[in-house]
């Protein structure tokens, strides 16, 4: 991948993902011209977007299209990050083969989730990339190499363990009298 200068994130998550991320100058004129036209080398952003803010996803689900599955995970979502987090998280769903699995806008606490990556069946998946996008509440970036954003997955899982043992009806999203019953 070459670096793009346009979505920084974007190269920070291909070298996440074992990509080698070409800069400018580690190729001389003629070798840049010859691997853009052998297609052996595109920008990072192309593969990895980051910088959504340009994008317009092909559907943005409202809420009168929610299914129940999504309905449960965001109020899962909302419920959690306040405790979480300290802030209350809205969630919105799209679907778009281009955008990636989740992302989380901080100035706005607003978590996206991309079904067309994404599915809502399996828990674990569920909770893993709600502890992932809220991590990035803490980092306020889209930088998932950075040393803070891992300790604060870290963290927010332990914080999450700690809660789901102490007060599990708000893991499970009922009241403690449903969960006697």
Not at 167 to 181: C, D, H, Q, T
Request: glycine share 8%; aromatic share 6%; proline share 4%.
């Amino acid at each position: 991948m070459s670096y793009d200068p346009s979505d920084v994130g974007s190269n920070r998550e291909a070298a996440s993902r074992d990509y080698v991320v070409v800069s400018g100058g580690s190729l001389s004129a003629g070798e840049w011209e010859n691997a853009k036209r052998a297609g052996a080398i595109t920008p990072a952003g192309t593969l990895f977007p980051t910088d959504l803010k340009g994008k317009t996803p092909d559907k943005v689900y409202t809420r009168d299209e929610w299914t129940q599955e999504m309905g449960r995970y965001a109020e899962l979502v909302e419920r959690l990050s306040e405790r979480l987090i300290g802030r209350r998280v809205t969630v919105t769903y799209i679907n778009d083969r281009q955008i990636v699995c989740g992302t989380f806008e901080h100035a706005s606490g607003a978590m996206t989730v991309n079904l067309a990556k994404h599915s809502l069946d399996d828990p674990l998946e569920n909770y893993g990339l709600m502890l992932h996008e809220l991590a990035h509440n803490v980092v306020r970036s889209n930088d998932h190499l950075c040393h803070q954003f891992y300790e604060s997955v870290t963290e927010l899982g332990a914080k999450l363990a700690l809660l789901a043992l102490e007060e599990p009806e708000i893991v499970r999203g009922r009241s403690p009298a449903e969960l006697k019953a």
